[in-house]
């Protein structure tokens, strides 16, 4: 069994289109989708109909749900400022979907659980499979990260939402966790210029099961940034520019 997870596209159709070439000249039986598919990109009614295409299970994320609800789980993180240009642009996002792109995103579950075949499972959820909005990463404390999954060990665990591409092992198991990393808007938070904190290319995972091997790969795929600004530019989203001026380049 070969599954392709995806997470954190983010309205960012190019970069799911690039992600989706490149896996299919990979191979895989599934697509599964972490979460935060819509909400914040360009091109918000295309990656809908992309998804909708692809016909894969997809989590519902906290972006999305605000998208979609206007409630604010997780305001207190982030500064006024920000918020009234993130309502402006979720204003902008609604007013590009029709009412079948917001039935579709409405269907999207909390959770998502794919068989690997025998009585292997993986479990998809964004932040952690209680709460889209709760972030695990690579510096949560070890005693806090195996508390939060230890319900859930039984199962190959995938989530989303800190655009990381990361893995750890669950205690006492066999199993582990993996963040697939961001699609649409893959992050560097150890960049030292605060201006450039996004990578120019998609992230994604491929798990393979085969009997009793299992294989965790992670991949990147460069972005054309010439055709993601055109995008950008033509998609008239509220602080396009502002958003473009966040991506680096690597020499």
Not at 90 to 103: F, V
Not at 156 to 173: A, N, Y
Request: hydrophobic fraction near 35%; glycine fraction near 6%; proline fraction near 5%.
């Amino acid at each position: 069994m070969r599954i392709i997870v995806l997470s954190d596209v983010h309205g960012n159709c190019l970069a799911l289109e690039t992600v989706v070439e490149d896996a299919k000249k990979k191979g895989f039986d599934q697509i599964v989708c972490n979460g935060d598919m819509i909400q914040s990109g360009p091109q918000p009614h295309e990656t809908v109909q992309l998804l909708r295409e692809l016909k894969c299970p997809v989590v519902m994320g906290n972006s999305d749900a605000w998208l979609m609800t206007g409630i604010e789980t997780d305001a207190h993180l982030i500064s006024e400022e920000r918020r009234k240009k993130l309502d402006i642009v979720r204003e902008w996002s609604l007013s590009k979907l029709n009412d079948e792109d917001r039935a579709f995103i409405n269907s999207f579950q909390p959770t998502v659980i794919v068989e690997l075949g025998g009585d292997k499972h993986l479990l998809a959820f964004h932040g952690s499979p209680t709460s889209f909005d709760q972030a695990l990463l690579p510096s949560t404390p070890e005693d806090e990260f195996q508390e939060i999954l230890k319900p859930y060990a039984g199962h190959i665990l995938t989530g989303g939402h800190t655009h990381l591409q990361f893995t750890r092992r669950l205690r006492d198991s066999q199993n582990f966790f993996f963040n697939p990393g961001s699609v649409g808007v893959a992050v560097n938070p150890e960049h030292t210029n605060e201006q450039n904190l996004l990578d120019p290319w998609a992230e994604y995972a491929i798990l393979t099961v085969e009997k009793f091997n299992t294989r965790l790969e992670f991949v990147r795929v460069i972005l054309d940034m010439d055709k993601m600004t055109e995008v950008y530019r033509a998609s008239d989203r509220p602080f396009a520019d502002e958003m473009m001026d966040q991506y680096t380049s690597y020499k």
